[in-house]
T-cell receptor, first 114, second 117 residues
Framework: AQTVTQSQPEMSVQEAETVTLSCTYD???????LFWYKQPPSRQMILVIR??????QNATENRFSVNFQKAAKSFSLKISDSQLGDTAMYFCAFMKYGAGKSTFGDGTTLTVKP | GAVVSQHPSWVICKSGTSVKIECRSLDFQATTMFWYRQFPKQSLMLMATSNEGSKATYEQGVEKDKFLINHASLTLSTLTVTSAHPEDSSFYIC?????????????FGPGTRLTVT
C-alpha cells in the first residue's frame, strides 16, 4: 500500500514571496504519478501540477513548480510570487499507473498574507 | 470540458433515514468513478470504486451495506447512505475517469455536505 506524508499542517507566506510545501511518499511501485491539488474554501479540488515518475525533469506550471526526487521519494511544491488567491489547503497525491484512484496526504493549509 | 457535478450540494437529514447523492459526468463518459469522504480540514479518504455495470469495490473498513453505490450508466453514479447517523456527517466527493483520456486524468465533483441530525 502507498502512503503519502505532508509534514506541514499549516504554513503562511507573505504576498509575492516564495513558499515550498513538502511531501514524501512510500511505494514499491516504479510507474506512478504524483499530483498537487488545491482545495480552496469552496472545497472544489483543483489540479495544480502533475509529475510522471518516469520523467526526470521537474514539472512546472506558471508560478508552480515541483522538486521531484524519486530515490528519496520526495515531491515538494514551490509557489513563486504568492498571491492571495493561493490561500487554500494543498494536498499531495499518489496514483499508481493505470489505477485511477489516488492516495492523498493529510494536507497543508497555506495562508497568503497581504 | 470534463465537468463533474454532484447533487445535492448540501443535504440535512434525520437520523435513521437514507439519503442519495448523485455524481454525474456532464460532457464525457466515465467508466469508473470514485467516492471519497473528507472530514473538516482532513484528507480525502477513498471509500469505493464504482465501475459502470458492475459491483463497486469498497476499501477496507467501509461498510458496503451502509454506503450503497450504483453506477447504472456511463454518466451517473449514486451513493446512498442508509440509516444515516450523526457520525456519517461529512463531505463526500466523487471523481470520474474519462474513458477516452490518459490513465492519470481524474475529474472531481464539487462535493456534497451531509449533515445528519
Amino acid at each position: 500500500a502507498q502512503t503519502v506524508t505532508q509534514s506541514q499542517p499549516e504554513m503562511s507566506v507573505q504576498e509575492a514571496e516564495t513558499v515550498t510545501l513538502s511531501c514524501t511518499y512510500d511505494t514499491s511501485e516504479n510507474n506512478y504519478y504524483l499530483f498537487w491539488y488545491k482545495q480552496p474554501p469552496s472545497r472544489q479540488m483543483i489540479l495544480v501540477i502533475r509529475q510522471e515518475a518516469y520523467k526526470q525533469q521537474n514539472a512546472t506550471e506558471n508560478r508552480f513548480s515541483v522538486n521531484f526526487q524519486k530515490a528519496a521519494k520526495s515531491f515538494s511544491l514551490k509557489i513563486s510570487d504568492s498571491q492571495l488567491g493561493d490561500t487554500a489547503m494543498y494536498f499531495c497525491a499518489f496514483m499508481k499507473y493505470g489505477a485511477g484512484k489516488s492516495t492523498f496526504g493529510d494536507g497543508t493549509t497555506l495562508t497568503v498574507k497581504p | 470540458g470534463a465537468v463533474v457535478s454532484q447533487h445535492p450540494s448540501w443535504v440535512i437529514c434525520k437520523s435513521g433515514t437514507s439519503v442519495k447523492i448523485e455524481c454525474r459526468s456532464l460532457d464525457f463518459q466515465a467508466t469508473t468513478m470514485f467516492w471519497y469522504r473528507q472530514f473538516p480540514k482532513q484528507s480525502l479518504m477513498l471509500m469505493a470504486t464504482s465501475n459502470e455495470g458492475s459491483k463497486a469495490t469498497y476499501e477496507q473498513g467501509v461498510e458496503k451495506d451502509k454506503f450503497l453505490i450504483n453506477h447504472a450508466s456511463l454518466t451517473l453514479s449514486t451513493l446512498t447512505v442508509t440509516s444515516a447517523h450523526p457520525e456519517d456527517s461529512s463531505f463526500y466527493i466523487c471523481s470520474a475517469r474519462n474513458r477516452g483520456q490518459t490513465s492519470y486524468e481524474q475529474y472531481f465533483g464539487p462535493g456534497t455536505r451531509l449533515t445528519v441530525t
